[in-house]
């Protein structure tokens, strides 16, 4: 019995931590952020190069312990550039604002500092992309849809704040141009972890 009880006591000291910042009734409020550059090079010589910036907002709320239901927005600026030795400089800039509804479920680690989660997500996207070839440019609007499950871990440096990583994890993106141009129509299927860049985020949990 004694020993029942002091088991019970150290679980209560390790999970409490956390657990109070993932429980029933509290908020969770912050974004993440996600950078990725590439360069090109050919014979020694730069010939292109890729960029991409990322930024997430959301706000959620725990319907249970562990289990928290919001708001995802994403805004997403891309630019890619090449060089082609016959046919000259080519260039593509897209900018896109994604919004939806996520649900993120929370597990407690054996440290009281970390938690992992696992997020789904449904955002619907609409944004541009401008197309620079040879001095002339054409811009095509867009507009589709993201489906994502993306795993994800959790630092708690106090009671209110944590930082996180969040993969991309499982997704499928389709995106159609707004134009007469039906054979325009783009599909993305993305499955694992190691090409993609984490989003780094930063969420304030308050309510409690």
């Not at 009880?5 to 209560?12: D, E, K, M, R, T």
């Not at 910042?21 to 996600?34: D, M, N, P």
């Not at 970390?114 to 867009?142: H, L, N, R, V």
Request: charged share 20%.
């Amino acid at each position: 019995m004694k020993k029942l009880l002091i088991v019970s006591v150290i679980a209560c000291c390790v999970f409490g931590k956390v657990h109070a910042q993932i429980s029933q009734g509290a908020f969770l409020l912050g974004g993440g952020i996600s950078h990725e550059s590439t360069k090109m090079e050919f014979d020694g010589e730069e010939i292109g190069d890729e960029l991409s910036f990322s930024f997430g907002p959301s706000l959620g709320y725990f319907v249970t312990d562990g289990i928290a239901v919001g708001l995802n927005l994403s805004i997403v600026n891309e630019k890619a550039r090449e060089d082609d030795f016959d046919f000259g400089p080519y260039e593509v800039t897209s900018s896109a604002i994604g919004i939806g509804p996520f649900v993120r479920l929370y597990k407690a680690s054996s440290n009281e500092n970390f938690a992992f989660f696992a997020q789904g997500s449904i955002s619907y996207i609409f944004g541009d992309q401008k197309e620079t070839f040879d001095g002339d440019s054409d811009k095509t609007k867009f507009n589709g849809l993201d489906v994502a499950i993306s795993p994800g871990f959790a630092y708690f440096f106090n009671e209110r704040w944590s930082a996180e990583f969040l993969f991309r994890g499982i997704a499928y993106t389709s995106l159609t141009p707004d134009t007469e141009m039906d054979d325009f129509k783009q599909t993305t299927i993305t499955i694992g972890l190691d090409s993609l860049s984490p989003t780094l985020g930063l969420r304030v949990y308050f309510g409690q």
